[in-house]
């Protein structure tokens, strides 16, 4: 019996009258790593937005650990144990690098085991420590990444969303943050949930992958099997 994390059943979630996603489904086991890929304006922001509680899906359920959390505001859905690394990274630019991560300590556990949390994310980015006086907004892209990172770390996830890491890095540093994500998970016990648009690095660190297309999911797969579909290698890999 697998250790599910989170379920997503046929979810159909609404810009006003425009309809984003249709009838997506995923699921998200204990110690996994799970991409979410494809093109811009496929619907996987939309999907990670619905899965923790920013957008409301209009029918579908999103069940963790077994239970219906699909009504549950997202605030409570931290505090099960569900964080977020936004697109954009979602950082405050004018605190310093340590009050960024004092105030994602938001709940209860969180504040209790905040020290030790700082030990964690400092020895896992070291460079965050060498900087937490500095503004954050004074860091480079990569820096800042790790920040948004470690401040959902700062909250002791069980599930961690992160929502295209690599955006706007360049390509040695997108691949040093995307290669950390089996670091996340083999150190800190994370289970992650991976959205990203680069195709074929996220197949190289991920366990199984959903393929996403105008809002629906279109290929799902082991990302062993998804690297040889044929379908994969013409649209995303460029061969």
């Known amino acids: 019996m697998t250790d599910r994390l989170l379920e997503v059943k046929s979810i159909n979630t609404y810009y006003g009258e425009f309809q984003a996603l249709f009838n997506v489904s995923l699921h998200v086991d204990k110690g996994e790593i799970v991409a979410l890929l494809g093109g811009n304006g496929a ?5 990670l937005l619905t899965i923790s509680g920013l957008l409301k899906p ?9 239970n219906d959390i699909t009504d549950i505001p997202a605030f409570r859905r931290v505090e ?28 209860k556990r969180a504040k209790e ?3 030790d949390s700082l030990d964690m994310v400092y ?42 890491p690599s955006l706007g890095l360049a390509p040695k540093l997108a691949r040093e943050v995307i290669f950390m994500v089996p ?44 690297e040889r579909d044929p379908r994969i290698k013409t649209a995303y890999l460029g061969l």
């Open 123 to 164: 020895s896992m980015f070291p460079i965050l420590k060498a900087r937490k006086k500095q503004l954050a907004g004074t860091l480079s892209g990569g820096e800042q990444q790790m920040l948004a990172i470690a401040r959902a770390l700062i909250q002791r996830p069980l599930l961690l969303m992160m929502d295209e």
């Open 113 to 115: 085991v905040f020290n």
């Open 183 to 226: 670091k996340l998970r083999d150190e800190l016990g994370v289970t992650v949930l991976l959205v990203e648009q680069n195709v074929a690095l996220s197949l190289k660190v991920a366990d199984r992958a959903y393929v996403m297309e105008t809002g629906r999911i279109v290929l799902e797969g082991r990302s062993s099997e998804l």
């Open 80 to 107: 099960m144990g569900l964080s977020h690394v936004p697109e954009g990274r979602g950082i405050f630019p004018k605190l310093t690098v340590y009050e960024n991560l004092r105030v994602a300590a938001t709940t």
């Open 58 to 66: 209009r029918s579908g359920q999103i069940l963790w650990r077994g």
């Open 43 to 47: 619907g996987k922001t939309t999907t």
